[in-house]
Each structure stands twice: as C-alpha cells, then as structure tokens.
C-alpha cells in the first residue's frame, strides 16, 4: 500500500437513530446503524465494503458523503473534516465525492432527457463549466461511458438498465470528482451487464484516477473491483485488509460465513471447503448483544466474547489485515 496519506477518512464514525414513540406505547428506542466505524481509502484505490442486508452499509456510505450527519465522528477527506465545513464552502468539497444508486430504474428523472440529467450538476455548480459550453460537456460525458450522444434527448425509459446505469454515472463524473461511492451500483442488473458496468469503473478509474467505495453484497463482484476488503456487520468493521489476503485467509469467523456461501463451479471445491450455516437471525440494530456483536451467531463463542467488545486491530505476526475478534483465524 503506498504510504500516501489518505483521501478519505472516518475515525469513530457512529450514528444512532431514535425510533418508536407514542404508537408502540410511549416508549423510544435506539438504532445503531453504524456504531464506531474507522476506515481509509488511498487515492486510486478501491476499498470493497461487504456485509449482510441492514448491517449499515448505505448509512455509512451517507455518512462518508456528509449527506447525513453522524451521532460522533469525523470524515476528512485531503484531511479536512467535512463536519465542520461551512455550508458553502461544504457545498464545493462535495463535488469531490459523488454517487453511484444502485437502482437505475428509480435515481433519474423521467421528466428529463439524458442531456438534461448529466447537465444539471453543470447548472448548480455554475463556476466549473461556462453556460455556453455545458451541453457539450454533457455530451462528452455520455460517450465516455459508452453512451451514444446522438441519444442525448431520449428519456430514461428509453434506456435499457445498463444504459441507465451507465447514464448515472455519467452524471456523477460530471463535477470532476475524486471519489465514487457506489451503492450496490450493479445489484439490479443482469449479469452479463454486470461485468460490462464493472469493465467500465475500472476503466474510468485508471483514466481519470478515481477512487471508489464500493458497496456490495455480491462477494464474486467485490473480489473483482477491490483492492481492500472491509467487512460490517450490525454497524461495525468487523474485518480489514488487503483484497487476497482476506479472501485466502479470513481472520473472522463471520467473513469465513460470508465466505463460505459464495457459489463454487467446482463440486470438488465445494466439498473440501464445506457450507458454515449461521445459527439464527441477525441481532437488531435496536437491542445489540452485550461485548462482540457476532458472539450470539458464533460456533467459537466462549464467556469473553459476550462481556467485552474486542478491538479491530492486527492479530500477531500479521500486519495485512485488522480483525475485531477474540479469538480470530491464524
């Protein structure tokens, strides 16, 4: 890893939720979307954030935005804290991070055309592009991502899904950012037009040196674009590290699970590696267990794991990854 400082960074990122009230009997709960997050990201780099359904994955991706506030916790990205920005100068440092939805049928507009979608980030941030030059801008945007310009004026429900996930993260290039969170960007499309939307994230990040959080629950998909692995579970990392080393070797027993699922052509494989079932449901975000999050799932659950929370930090002799786990894989 290059020993540059990081583009993106959140220590202690946590953010809580108040629900219930007077409709279930007066009483308020708490929900821990994400609850004590630290990640980085170096410039052109692509850092994989894996994990089951309402672990906090799309929370945290708001958080490192700023489009949410957090319960405690900073993000900095270039090492200014974006919480503490002034609200214009807030509004520049955005366009240094955008969005890629995973939904393409649901993240434009049908009102408006394919040039009015790219062009409009060009018509709020008035200073980046002049007035005159914009529709060509948004026109060349549309053919970098493989889009035909001669296309401009069609509606979104002219487009196919791809072509409509195409068409998003056109608009997200518009600002000339230096970062994409990307949402599930490829969870509602078919395979085939799966790989052909990852082919093009990549090759957009050697070409304008993007770096991507890339939020997925597709491990196959992951282990293709990333070069780090983060993996959350109920609000917390609970594994990081280096994309083979993670894969090859996982520290923690919840992403041997994860792991363990993905799907093997080969029945020989299958069969040595063997399928972990993870006894019961997830634990609510609301009603957390007491000290390791996973311990209530866990086959190697002893006294500890319940009475005290464990550290992510590197397991001894091995300085590639940071497991939060008390007794993690060798």
């Known amino acids: 890893m290059s020993d540059d400082p990081p583009l993106l960074e959140a220590r202690g990122l946590v953010k809580h939720y108040k629900a219930g009230g007077p409709a279930v009997g007066g009483r308020r709960t708490t929900v821990k979307a994400v609850d004590g997050v630290d990640l980085t990201l170096r410039r052109g780099s692509t850092l994989g954030l894996v994990g089951e359904s309402g672990c906090g994955k799309s929370t945290l991706s708001r958080l490192l935005m700023a489009l949410d506030r957090p319960t405690s916790g900073t993000v900095l990205v ?6 503490r920005l002034p609200s214009a100068e807030l509004r520049r440092r955005r366009r240094d991070i955008q969005l890629v939805m995973q939904d393409p049928y649901t993240s434009l507009d049908p009102r408006m055309t394919a040039l009015e979608i790219v062009r409009e980030p060009l018509d709020i941030h008035r200073d980046l592009v002049p007035k005159q ?17 001669g296309h401009a004026n069609r509606h979104p429900h002219q487009f196919s899904g791809g072509q409509r996930q195409r068409l998003g993260i056109a608009r997200a290039l518009a600002l000339r950012p230096k970062i994409l969170v990307c949402d599930e960007p490829v969870s509602a499309l078919d395979v085939s037009v799966q790989a052909q939307v990852i082919n093009l994230l990549k090759e957009l990040q050697r070409e304008f040196g993007l770096s991507y959080v890339f939020v997925a629950h597709d491990l196959a998909v992951v282990r293709h674009v990333a070069d780090e692995i983060a993996v959350m579970y109920l609000g917390r990392i609970v594994e990081q590290g280096d994309r083979d080393t993670v894969f090859a070797l996982p520290a923690h027993p919840y992403t041997r699970a994860l ?20 006894r019961g449901d997830p634990p609510s975000p609301s009603r957390p267990p007491t000290g390791c999050a996973f311990h209530t799932r866990c086959w190697k659950s002893e006294e500890l794991c319940a009475a005290h929370r464990p550290v992510l930090s590197a397991p001894p002799a091995d300085d590639r990854r940071q497991v939060s786990c008390h007794f993690p894989e060798n």
Do not use: K, M, Q
């Not at 270039?78 to 919480?83: S, T």
């Not at 494989?269 to 079932?277: F, K, L, M, Q, Y």
């Open 133 to 149: 030059d914009r529709a060509s801008r948004a026109r060349e945007l549309l053919e970098t991502v493989g889009l035909d310009p």
């Open 259 to 278: 792991l363990s699922a993905v799907p093997d052509p080969d029945p020989r494989r299958r069969a040595a590696a063997g399928r972990i079932v993870l």
């Open 78 to 83: 270039e090492g200014r804290n974006l919480l």
